[in-house]
């Protein structure tokens, strides 16, 4: 069940945006969200419109997939580190699950995939730039 603190992202991923919390004293992203900011522990935080660009950080290729998930294996669980420094935990598309296809610091973009009329969720491929 979502928190009231997440209904920004679920929001946004819904409109196919990405946004992150980013802290309104220090100015530093942060991801996931929290009550207060990671980096000075202020309470003032904010939203904030992602461009959705980043970078691999590191992956897996999973080959024994959790129940329900069984038709998409294998598949990639990447770590991507977004444009402003944090990291998100993902899956990747639109990319072989091949570590010859899967440089580290290969450059990505979101994207989201309906998942239900409720839930978007954001997923990441190759840049196109
Ligand atoms: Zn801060």
């Not at 969200?33 to 990671?38: G, I, N, T, Y």
């Not at 590191?58 to 998409?72: G, K, L």
């Not at 091949?98 to 979101?110: G, H, I, Q, S, T």
Request: proline share 10%; with cysteine.
């Amino acid at each position: 069940m979502p928190t009231a603190r997440d209904q920004a992202l679920l929001s946004a991923c819904k409109r196919h945006e990405l946004m992150l919390p980013r802290c309104k004293d220090c100015g530093r992203f942060h991801f996931y969200s929290r009550a207060v900011c990671p980096n000075c522990w202020s309470s003032s935080l904010e939203w904030v419109k992602a461009n959705g660009r980043g970078n691999l950080y590191s992956y897996v290729i999973n080959h024994r997939p959790a129940p329900c998930f069984e038709s998409q294996a294998p598949y990639v669980i990447a770590i991507v580190e977004l444009d402003g420094g944090v990291r998100m935990m993902s899956n990747l598309i639109g990319v072989d699950p091949d570590p010859a296809k899967l440089p580290v610091d290969m450059p990505l973009e979101a994207t989201f995939e309906d998942a239900s009329p409720e839930i978007s969720l954001p997923r990441f491929r190759p840049a196109q730039r």
